[in-house]
């Protein structure tokens, strides 16, 4: 059974960092490192928003984020722990939310909410104004 385990939120004033990690077990047959990770988030009363990717090809990552956090947010993993980060830096309270990761087969392709296989819990980051 496939699971990921999300921890590192909490509360913190405008301009501050937070650092989210996830952990994955039990992949079984799909090797981590062929994995599409993503962080997404949901604030109350909207919709699940997609805010990191990263792949891994031939020992490169490869990146992309929303417009909305690029320049703050940075995606890394570590295959070696399964393992994927989310390091959140000039935090604003518009970033208020839920924070999910999620874990695709897809791979390159993995681009919509609907292409994420598995999920974590989600952990809490709040942004003081």
């Known amino acids: 059974q496939v699971q990921l385990v999300e921890s590192g939120g909490g509360l913190v004033q405008a301009g501050g960092s937070l650092r989210l990690s996830c952990a994955a077990s039990?992949?079984?047959?799909?090797?981590?490192?062929?994995?599409?990770m993503g962080w997404f988030r949901q604030a109350p009363g909207k919709e699940r928003e997609f805010v990191a990717r990263?792949?891994?090809?031939?020992?490169?990552?490869?990146?992309y984020y929303p417009d909305s956090v690029k320049g703050r947010f940075t995606i890394s993993r570590d295959n070696a722990k399964n393992t994927v980060y989310l390091q959140m830096n000039s935090l604003k309270p518009e970033d208020t939310a839920v924070y999910y990761c999620?874990?695709?087969?897809?791979?390159?392709?993995?681009?919509?909410?609907?292409?994420?296989?598995?999920w974590g819990q989600g952990t809490q980051v709040t942004v003081s104004s």
């Open positions: 990263i792949t891994w090809s031939e020992g490169t990552s490869f990146t």
């Open positions: 039990g992949l079984s047959g799909l090797t981590f490192s062929r994995c599409t």
């Open positions: 999620a874990a695709s087969s897809r791979g390159a392709s993995a681009w919509l909410i609907s292409h994420y296989d598995y």
